[in-house]
């Protein structure tokens, strides 16, 4: 029996016990920071949200975070109730509280508001959206690659909650995730409506084979921002990429597999469903995505 894991882990960190939190315009202590239970966020999952990581004093991909978050907002038709340099003055002001430069972590999220009823209709929110920041001192720490477990859980079509958007309802992803722990693994891998592989719960998949590089076509999964970075920066530096169709055959075959996120950036997996991926350990090219995605981070940071 090996200790859980999670894609998401980040070392202990005390500072975290201090945090402030900003709770629509207030920047308030962890423990006072709270919504009301007629919060349609907290009763419905009606909201949408962004994890946002700071490098060097700066917010990495600030303006794509910017653009999904107002996107997907406009998607659930969902007031913001202000600007993007609104938002982006919120996010500042409580990075500025917690005086924090770097390796920090931020969950911002919006949802629809404070509802008159206890019921599901969004014209019962009428005080206007909820807005919280939850930023904290963050390093991932993975003692070692991850293992996923594909589970019967799939990435739906885009008219049943389209798989793109960041809502704050994430059942069928966290569904995914329970039957991959009971299966014995940290994670799930999911499949598309068509049997292909897709995405994980919490960050987008990628395989590569002999010196290529395949991640799905991107109609089932989270537009995840690191996804694209790293599809990019494949192009410029010359590695064969793909967004394909392709199945846990080539997968379970593999020379490597690495998933993407904000928080972990490019976390290597070692282990499908009982197989091994390569040798179990980060593959080469894994290594390689990752030296050119922290120098595009430093450019990113310095610009
Ligand atoms: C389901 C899912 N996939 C992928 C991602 C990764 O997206 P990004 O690279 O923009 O952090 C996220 C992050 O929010 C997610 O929730």
């Known amino acids: 029996m090996t200790e859980k894991m999670s894609t998401h882990q980040a070392a202990e960190d005390a500072r975290n016990e201090e945090i402030l939190i900003y709770v629509d315009g207030r920047i308030v202590p962890k423990a006072e920071a709270t919504v009301s239970v007629y919060d349609s966020g907290f009763m419905l999952g009606d909201g949408v949200w962004e994890g946002l990581r700071l490098y060097n004093g700066r917010w990495a991909f600030l303006d794509e975070h910017m653009d999904r978050l107002f996107e997907a907002a406009k998607a659930i038709d969902l007031d913001i109730g202000m600007d993007r340099q609104g938002v982006i003055d919120a996010l500042t002001a409580t990075q500025q509280a917690n005086g924090m430069t770097t390796d920090a972590h931020a969950r911002l999220m919006v949802t629809r508001g404070v509802k008159m009823r206890p019921f599901q209709h969004p014209s019962l929110s009428r005080s206007g959206p909820t807005m919280v920041i939850i930023m904290e001192h963050s390093r991932p720490n993975l003692p ?23 809502s704050h309802s994430k059942l069928n992803c966290i569904l995914a995730c329970i039957a991959a722990e009971k299966a014995g693994a940290d994670e799930a891998l999911m499949l598309d409506v068509n049997g292909f592989v897709n995405t994980t719960n919490a960050c987008n998949f990628f395989i590569v ?32 990429v793909f967004e394909r169709n392709y199945s846990l055959v080539d997968t379970y075959g593999a020379d490597e597999a690495f998933l993407t996120g904000t928080f972990g950036a490019q976390t290597p997996v070692g282990e499908i469903d009982g197989r091994v991926i390569g040798t179990g350990e980060m593959g080469p090219m894994t290594r390689r995505i990752r030296e050119l995605y922290k120098a595009l981070i430093e450019k990113e940071v310095s610009a």
């Open 144 to 166: 070692r690659p991850i293992r996923l477990a594909t589970v019967p859980h799939i990435r739906g079509l885009p008219m049943t909650q389209d798989p793109k958007l960041n």
């Open 209 to 240: 084979r002999k010196g290529e590089v395949w991640t799905s076509t991107g109609d089932y999964c989270m537009n995840g921002i690191t996804r694209q970075k790293v599809i990019d920066l494949c192009r410029e530096n010359g590695i064969p």
